[in-house]
């Protein structure tokens, strides 16, 4: 496997000795550990001459001192060419509780091991939400399904104009192998995997029972810059793409056809579609934008409602 975006944000353990070495993670503010089955993804890389002891690495949880183990799996990386990234999927099974969250995911290497190791798409994740694969966790997934809401709008409004044009959300960006999304410069802070993209949002929209409203980048970013009315095309072609993926049959449309590719047999059901974000706060380029758009787009998908941001000047 060549790594494609793998060379990039890797985690690099350098072990110098022939001792046992231990990488730990807390999660976010903690891990809530239960009785159920964890399922572990990483990308693996060994370096050079680096080996581990016995071709084994024991991954699992611990509490804050190490010294209570809830749930282990032990894994053959031998099987991995060196200097090459190798995906291991796994299950971790947890057969105790803890009242605490202060618990570690660790990735331990035996004693004997040495020389520079890499990772890459580290996770551990519980069950899903209608065990989706890639899907939502459990609890946060069942809160939204509680609430029964009629409509979701995604992806989201300042995430789909990203800071800068080149840092929009890019629908295409965000539907193959997690290995594969690039990522980008988030809007608020941090960095946007893209690791729950555009079929995760809206099957999980489906799964709750809610219809969604998409939204699609109209031209217009946080930076206050627009694409001028004569370069609009190319984006205009991009959410025609996006539209096709999402609702055309495989047996006689390419992007349908993708998307049954990527395990997605039957169209979604999208009857909304927001053009923009917002754009009371760009009324003058929303005059030219809107209709650009939704000129082509109402024509092309005559069963879909398309929606404007603003009413300003258009």
């Given at each position: 496997?060549?790594?494609?975006?793998?060379?990039?944000?890797q985690?690099?353990?350098?072990?110098?000795?022939?001792?046992?070495?231990?990488?730990?993670?807390?999660?976010?503010?903690?891990?809530n550990?239960?009785?159920?089955?964890?399922?572990?993804?990483?990308?693996?890389?060994?370096?050079?001459?680096?080996?581990?002891?016995?071709?084994?690495?024991?991954?699992?949880?611990?509490?804050?001192?190490?010294?209570?183990?809830?749930?282990?799996?032990?894994?053959?990386?031998?099987?991995?060419?060196?200097?090459?990234?190798?995906?291991?999927?796994?299950?971790?099974?947890?057969?105790?509780?803890?009242?605490?969250?202060?618990?570690?995911?660790?990735?331990?290497?035996?004693?004997?091991?040495?020389?520079?190791?890499?990772?890459?798409?580290?996770?551990?994740?519980?069950?899903?939400?209608?065990?989706?694969?890639?899907?939502?966790?459990?609890?946060?997934?069942?809160?939204?399904?509680?609430?029964k809401?009629?409509?979701?709008?995604?992806?989201?409004?300042?995430?789909?104009?990203?800071?800068?044009?080149?840092?929009?959300?890019?629908?295409?960006?965000?539907?193959?192998?997690?290995?594969?999304?690039?990522?980008?410069r988030?809007?608020?802070t941090g960095?946007?995997?893209?690791?729950?993209?555009?079929?995760?949002?809206?099957?999980?929209?489906?799964?709750?029972?809610?219809?969604?409203?998409?939204?699609?980048y109209a031209?217009?970013?946080?930076?206050?810059?627009?694409?001028?009315?004569?370069?609009?095309?190319?984006?205009?072609?991009?959410?025609?793409?996006?539209?096709?993926?999402?609702?055309?049959?495989?047996?006689?449309?390419?992007?349908?056809?993708?998307?049954?590719?990527?395990?997605?047999?039957?169209?979604?059901?999208?009857?909304?579609?927001?053009?923009?974000?917002?754009?009371?706060?760009?009324?003058?380029?929303?005059?030219?934008?809107?209709?650009?758009?939704?000129?082509?787009?109402?024509?092309?998908?005559?069963?879909?409602?398309?929606?404007?941001?603003?009413?300003?000047?258009?």
């Amino acid at each position: 496997m060549d790594g494609h975006h793998l060379d990039k944000d890797q985690l690099l353990l350098i072990l110098p000795n022939l001792c046992p070495a231990l990488y730990r993670n807390s999660g976010f503010y903690g891990i809530n550990i239960q009785v159920q089955n964890y399922t572990a993804r990483f990308f693996y890389r060994s370096l050079g001459q680096a080996y581990v002891a016995d071709g084994q690495l024991s991954i699992g949880f611990s509490d804050s001192t190490g010294q209570i183990t809830y749930g282990i799996s032990k894994i053959d990386v031998s099987i991995a060419p060196a200097d090459n990234w190798f995906p291991f999927s796994f299950t971790i099974p947890v057969f105790s509780n803890t009242s605490s969250a202060k618990n570690f995911f660790f990735i331990e290497f035996p004693p004997g091991s040495k020389g520079d190791f890499e990772f890459n798409l580290v996770s551990c994740f519980p069950p899903t939400y209608k065990d989706r694969v890639n899907g939502a966790r459990m609890d946060i997934a069942q809160v939204f399904a509680d609430l029964k809401p009629g409509y979701v709008r995604l992806p989201g409004g300042n995430d789909l104009e990203g800071p800068t044009i080149l840092e929009r959300f890019i629908w295409n960006n965000t539907i193959d192998l997690l290995e594969n999304r690039p990522g980008r410069r988030g809007t608020w802070t941090g960095y946007n995997t893209e690791g729950f993209g555009l079929i995760e949002l809206l099957t999980f929209v489906e799964d709750i029972g809610a219809t969604p409203i998409l939204a699609v980048y109209a031209g217009y970013s946080l930076d206050g810059k627009a694409v001028p009315q004569d370069e609009l095309q190319p984006y205009i072609d991009e959410v025609i793409k996006e539209l096709d993926f999402l609702t055309a049959y495989a047996s006689n449309n390419s992007m349908g056809a993708l998307r049954e590719h990527l395990g997605r047999s039957e169209p979604f059901d999208i009857r909304y579609v927001e053009i923009g974000n917002e754009d009371f706060f760009a009324a003058s380029s929303y005059s030219y934008r809107w209709p650009a758009f939704y000129n082509v787009l109402s024509q092309r998908y005559p069963n879909i409602t398309f929606i404007a941001t603003t009413t300003k000047s258009i």
